[in-house]
T-cell receptor, first 116, second 115 residues
Framework: GAVVSQHPSRVICKSGTSVKIECRSL??????MFWYRQFPKQSLMLMAT?????????EQGVEKDKFLINHASLTLSTLTVTSAHPEDSSFYIC????????????FGPGTRLTVT | GENVEQHPSTLSVQEGDSAVIKCTYS??????FPWYKQELGKRPQLIID?????GEKKDQRIAVTLNKTAKHFSLHITETQPEDSAVYFC??????????????FGQGTILTVHP
């Protein structure tokens, strides 16, 4: 149980275009979903927290107009990287929490974004 | 906000030896401390976690200890095997307020177990 999927697993896009990444909880309802970014040989940095039906809460330094997050249902959250640039190339990982509390988060497999 | 420091950044051991990774945290309200193992290009995998009402937890070759007073927690791996080689991350989170469930990660430790 507690499976989280992400799609796509890899994406290459041209500079200036937008890319949408989907995160789905397959066998549970995720009251809270989190989006992380991980650059090579670095730690996971939280970008934003989203609760179903409400606006996402962004971490300091993360541009909310550039990284659009939608959590329209209890099983789906999307991250759209708008007007992507090479410096946005990274590994994007989502996680989902069933309770929204300080308990286990279930991670998706990640999406490798390369902007050329 | 929470700040988690992790040491060492790299750790090299011989197969069969023990490995210890240490983390400190800054927010005394943090009450959940998971440890993750991440292989290259893959998702973090939870290997053990501990909540603030417990001082120690063990699962086969893996154990975690928590000292709330000193605000530090440690991962102990005994009888290491080559397949334990990976990057290990500690993390901390707390309930309540706007940080509910939010994980703050340490910088990571690259563990290499030599056969």
């Amino acid at each position: 149980g507690a499976v989280v999927s992400q799609h796509p697993s890899r994406v290459i896009c041209k500079s200036g275009t937008s890319v949408k990444i989907e995160c789905r909880s397959l066998d549970f309802q995720a009251t809270t979903m989190f989006w992380y970014r991980q650059f090579p040989k670095q730690s996971l940095m939280l970008m934003a927290t989203s609760n179903e039906g409400s606006k996402a809460t962004y971490e300091q330094g993360v541009e909310k107009d550039k990284f659009l997050i939608n959590h329209a249902s209890l099983t789906l959250s999307t991250l759209t990287v708008t007007s992507a640039h090479p410096e946005d190339s990274s590994f994007y990982i989502c996680s989902a929490s069933a309770s929204g509390g300080p308990y286990e988060q279930y991670f998706g497999p990640g999406t490798r974004l390369t902007v050329t | 906000g929470e700040n988690v420091e992790q040491h060492p950044s790299t750790l090299s051991v011989q197969e069969g030896d023990s490995a210890v990774i240490k983390c400190t945290y800054s927010d005394s309200a943090s009450n959940y401390f998971p440890w993750y193992k991440q292989e290259l290009g893959k998702r973090p995998q939870l290997i053990i976690d501990i909540r603030s009402n417990v001082g120690e937890k063990k699962d086969q070759r893996i154990a975690v200890t928590l000292n709330k007073t000193a605000k530090h927690f440690s991962l102990h791996i005994t009888e290491t095997q080559p397949e334990d080689s990976a990057v290990y991350f500690c993390a901390a989170s707390r309930a309540g307020g706007t940080s509910y469930g939010k994980l703050t990660f340490g910088q990571g430790t690259i563990l290499t177990v030599h056969p």
